[in-house]
């Protein structure tokens, strides 16, 4: 999926944090003894498998493993689940992420909620499984409607974005699933609905609401909602504005490499909303934003570079190029301009038109004015 952001569950969050022997031991210590625990063993019988769960509290990984196997042979799904992380983080066994597959693929057959989610996770991200959204949607769908907020979300950005004819696209479901998921506190939820609200996109285009979903991720730290609330007080979009305030948020959301907040904070360095005006500082966030993919932030550095205090109308060219080749209108248009004003090159005027149009049927209305006023020239 695009939603990078939010890719979840236990071992993808590893994954990310098990550059070390020793980080994978903090983890594993804080998923099994924490949230996986305390809700495991609200819903799970207790049986033989806790005694390996104390172990593994006391860091006798291998120990904890020998049980965890001992009780998953027997069909205890719990320890089944626990073995499968145990192969997946490396702690006390070899890693074997086919090994992980296996045993949470047992664990979910029992209905063990926690383990469908992994199961899911595992078909949709190719780990010890070959890829498959068809089962992945499956999985998916099995915990959700068990009220797992995580797989709700999940199960919500499949129907969304649909994946050919593994998951037939499906935006009415996408927003269900979203709601519930949301309810529940999940952050990426609850910014997918602000976005909703914020384009009038299956949701009436309410900016307040938006505001006030958008509120409510970027206090769990969902950068993306971050930079969204950052732009709501900067505009005064369903809320005060504030520029302060916006500065707070964008700075959160920067600093945790989202390139919208990236942006937000050299917009407001270069024009010295909610900080002091400073131009090297707003080239610093500028080039950052476009070290992602981003065609805003190429095509306000490309205005930098072509109107800042040091022009190079070199990289400001090679910046609007890039953001008009993904459909950026404005870019279309200051690109159409580059070209129109080049007269060495004999099709600089066909290049110039081309960009006119195709920023103009995006609405651009620079260059629509420019068009109709050419059209006007050429009827006298």
């Known amino acids: 999926m695009n939603d990078k952001a939010d890719v979840p569950s236990c071992f993808t969050v590893y994954r990310a944090l098990a550059q070390t022997r020793r980080t994978a031991r903090c983890w594993c210590r804080l998923f099994l003894a924490g949230l996986c625990?305390?809700?495991?063993?609200?819903?799970?019988?207790?049986?033989?498998?806790?005694?390996?769960?104390?172990?593994?509290?006391?860091?006798?990984y291998a120990q904890a493993s020998?049980?965890?196997l001992k009780a998953a042979r027997k069909g205890d799904p719990k320890a089944q689940f626990h073995l499968?992380?145990?192969?997946?983080?490396?702690?006390?066994?070899?890693?074997d992420r086919k090994k992980a597959f296996f045993w949470y693929r047992k664990s979910a057959a029992q209905g063990l909620v926690y383990a469908q989610y992994a199961v899911a996770v595992c078909y949709e991200q190719g780990i010890g499984v070959r890829t498959d959204y068809r089962k992945a949607f499956t999985w998916y769908k099995k915990a959700?409607?068990?009220?797992?907020?995580?797989?709700?979300?999940?199960?919500?950005?499949?129907?969304?974005?649909?994946?050919?004819?593994?998951v037939r696209q499906?935006?009415?479901?996408?927003?269900?699933?979203?709601?519930?998921?949301?309810?529940?506190?999940v952050a990426g939820a609850q910014y997918k609905l602000g976005t909703f609200h914020t384009r009038g996109d299956m949701l009436a285009q309410d900016n307040a609401a938006a505001a006030n979903w958008y509120s409510k991720a970027a206090e769990q730290g969902d950068p993306r909602a971050q930079a969204a609330l950052g732009r709501a007080y900067m505009e005064g979009n369903g809320l005060a504005q504030d520029h302060e305030k916006a500065v707070e948020y964008l700075s959160k959301s920067a600093e945790q490499g989202d390139p919208e907040g990236a942006?937000?904070?050299?917009?407001?360095?270069?024009?010295?909303w909610g900080v002091q005006k400073?131009?090297?500082?707003?080239?610093?966030?500028?080039?950052?934003?476009?070290?992602?993919?981003?065609?805003?932030?190429?095509?306000?550095?490309?205005?930098?570079?072509?109107?800042?205090e040091s022009p190079n109308m070199k990289i400001a060219l090679r910046l609007y190029k890039k953001?008009?080749?993904?459909?950026?209108?404005?870019?279309?248009?200051?690109?159409?301009?580059?070209?129109?004003?080049?007269?060495?090159?004999?099709?600089?005027?066909?290049?110039?038109?081309?960009?006119?149009?195709?920023?103009?049927?995006?609405?651009?209305?620079?260059?629509?004015?420019?068009?109709?006023?050419?059209?006007?020239?050429?009827?006298?």
């Open 84 to 95: 499968a992380v145990a192969y997946e983080s490396g702690e006390g066994v070899k890693r």
């Open 278 to 308: 400073d131009a090297e500082k707003a080239l610093k966030w500028y080039t950052l934003a476009a070290g992602h993919h981003s065609p805003e932030a190429w095509y306000q550095l490309g205005m930098v570079y072509e109107l800042g």
């Open 323 to 380: 953001a008009a080749q993904e459909g950026h209108a404005s870019a279309q248009f200051r690109l159409g301009m580059f070209y129109s004003l080049d007269k060495d090159n004999p099709d600089s005027k066909e290049k110039a038109a081309y960009w006119y149009k195709k920023a103009a049927k995006q609405g651009n209305t620079e260059a629509i004015q420019l068009l109709d006023s050419e059209a006007d020239d050429r009827r006298r």
């Open 263 to 272: 942006l937000g904070m050299a917009v407001a360095y270069q024009n010295g």
């Open 66 to 68: 020998r049980l965890f």
């Open 37 to 60: 625990l305390s809700c495991l063993c609200a819903s799970v019988r207790a049986d033989s498998s806790d005694e390996g769960l104390q172990l593994f509290r006391q860091g006798k």
């Open 170 to 185: 499906n935006r009415a479901e996408a927003l269900k699933w979203y709601t519930l998921s949301a309810a529940q506190g």
């Open 144 to 166: 959700a409607e068990q009220n797992n907020p995580k797989a709700q979300y999940r199960l919500a950005l499949l129907y969304d974005e649909g994946k050919g004819r593994a």
